[in-house]
């Protein structure tokens, strides 16, 4: 027998209410549209995508692309961002955890992306559950269980990966939609915290143990 339970997300460490004003200054974005990517910059990440979309809006001086993490990909990634004269694209460094909230919380909506290989198709990011709980839309450009989620939720927009024209236009429509914008991250906020609340799957687990020792 196969019990499953999801991993859920710590929906008070994340939430809508933490201020990432302090991000923003910090960058230089206290007036710009911020699209965050938050995590490992690798070969399976397709960072090479957002790097073409933001070729697209490098004309668009609201938007800002901005790259927290790091990874074996990031000193091609910003030679490659160099040699594109990307000016509306930051590679932001490392963060401890703790200031990830913050960090999450500065955006206006977040990217999730991996390559197109089956294997992702079956997977949930973390990073996805982070940005619902702190009740940002998602950009997704990965195909399978996690645009279900996505899309289940309404709290965001799924882009075929490796689709880096798609992208350009979903971000600048979506830059000028801020109604919009504000509506996905609430729907992924309450659908994070009804189905996904990880003090909810703490407890669902607990009982599975339970219940085994007392078989």
């Given at each position: ?50 790097l073409r979309a933001a070729q697209r809006l490098n004309t668009e001086d609201k938007i ?20 594109m004269k990307l000016s509306n694209v930051i590679f932001a460094g490392v963060r401890p ?119």
């Amino acid at each position: 027998k196969i019990t499953y339970i999801a991993y859920g997300t710590d929906v008070e460490m994340f939430n809508p209410h933490v201020d990432g004003s302090s991000i923003r200054t910090e960058l230089g974005l206290q007036d710009k549209f911020v699209v965050l990517y938050a995590g490992a910059l690798g070969q399976a990440n397709d960072i090479d995508t957002i790097l073409r979309a933001a070729q697209r809006l490098n004309t668009e001086d609201k938007i800002r692309f901005v790259l927290f993490g790091d990874g074996k990909e990031r000193p091609r990634l910003q030679s490659e961002a160099e040699r594109m004269k990307l000016s509306n694209v930051i590679f932001a460094g490392v963060r401890p955890k703790k200031d990830m909230p913050r960090v999450v919380a500065s955006a206006d909506v977040c990217l999730a992306i991996l390559q197109d290989i089956p294997m992702f198709r079956t997977t949930y990011p973390n990073k996805v559950f982070d940005y619902m709980a702190a009740g940002r839309a998602t950009v997704l450009v990965i195909d399978g269980i996690t645009r279900e989620l996505i899309e289940s939720s309404g709290g965001g927009v799924y882009v075929h990966p490796g689709d880096d024209e798609l992208l350009a236009n979903t971000i600048l429509d979506l830059s000028r939609d801020p109604k919009r914008v504000q509506q996905m991250g609430q729907n992924a906020r309450e659908y994070l915290v009804k189905h996904l609340d990880r003090r909810d799957k703490l407890n669902g687990t607990l009982e599975l143990l339970r219940s085994l020792v007392n078989e």
